[in-house]
């Protein structure tokens, strides 16, 4: 079974930066296209990035020149660096890997708590 946990939320003031974490247990890590996901308070769940396993990557327009998505294929990982945060960036995020409908799983994790706020 495939899981993924999420870490490095917080408290941040507006035009602050945070990384967030997320490590995986699943073999063969490195061919799976990872993403990060977001859901504000009283919103639907929202793409925010992902990477391939080649390391390209794609990032919604609302995030676009802020937030960087990285992977460490040794380390089962997935990051997403979050600079000049917004307080519309206030969300729980999850991390979840694309099936070959190119869809995220049903399995998500607790995801990361990211509140931007004065």
């Known amino acids: 079974q495939v899981q993924v946990e999420e870490s490095g939320g917080g408290l941040v003031q507006p035009g602050g930066s945070l990384r967030l974490s997320c490590a995986a247990s699943m073999p063969f890590f490195r061919h799976f296209r990872m993403v990060w996901y977001r859901q504000a308070p009283g919103k639907q769940r929202e793409w925010v990035a992902t990477i391939l396993g080649n390391k390209s990557t794609n990032y919604s327009d609302s995030v676009k020149g802020r937030f960087t998505i990285s992977r460490d294929n040794d380390k089962s990982s997935v990051y997403l660096q979050m600079d000049s945060l917004k307080p519309e960036d206030t969300a729980v995020y999850y991390c979840?890997?694309?099936?070959?409908?190119?869809?995220?799983?049903?399995?998500w994790g607790k995801g990361t708590l990211v509140t931007v706020s004065s």
């Open positions: 979840n890997f694309l099936k070959s409908n190119g869809l995220p799983t049903d399995d």
